[in-house]
């Protein structure tokens, strides 16, 4: 049986590809485009992904959030951020219920 795919595992393959001919892969031509389309993309995918949480189809939901967690890693790849260190954050998070944070948070 093989191993499950992951998010590291995308991580891996948006960085190989970053490293192909553009001509030959979207992820490089995205990058190619800096950080500012990639950003553009990602705001898109996000619009698609709350589209389809209202009225799509589980499968409609489920093919939107990939398509938004895989511009997200490339947001991040653009800007030289990675996985593991959202991850760490998201670690850094547990322990602390959402409404004891916001509760924390100072006044704006
Ligand atoms: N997971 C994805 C993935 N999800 C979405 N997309 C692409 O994201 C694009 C966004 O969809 P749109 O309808 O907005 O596309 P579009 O209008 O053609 O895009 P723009 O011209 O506006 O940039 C589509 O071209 C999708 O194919 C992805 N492209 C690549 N990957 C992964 O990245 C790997 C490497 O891909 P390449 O870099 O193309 O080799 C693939 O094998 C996959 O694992």
Redesign the pocket.
């Given at each position: 049986m093989s191993a499950p795919f992951t998010l590291a595992d995308?991580e891996r393959?948006?960085a190989?590809?970053a490293a192909?001919d553009a001509g030959?892969?979207?992820?490089?031509?995205?990058l190619d485009?800096g950080v500012a389309?990639c950003a553009q993309?990602l705001g898109?995918?996000a619009v698609?992904t709350v589209i389809a949480a209202l009225s799509a189809p589980d499968e409609g939901l489920i093919a939107e959030s990939?398509?938004l967690?895989?511009?997200l890693l490339v947001v991040l790849a653009a800007r030289g951020v990675t996985l593991s260190q959202v991850e760490a954050e998201l670690a850094r998070r547990t322990g602390q219920s959402g409404l004891a944070e916001k509760a924390a948070r100072k006044p704006d």
């Open positions: 995308l393959i948006i190989a590809r192909a030959s892969s979207y992820t490089r031509s995205l485009k389309k993309k898109e995918e698609e990939a398509d967690i895989y511009h």
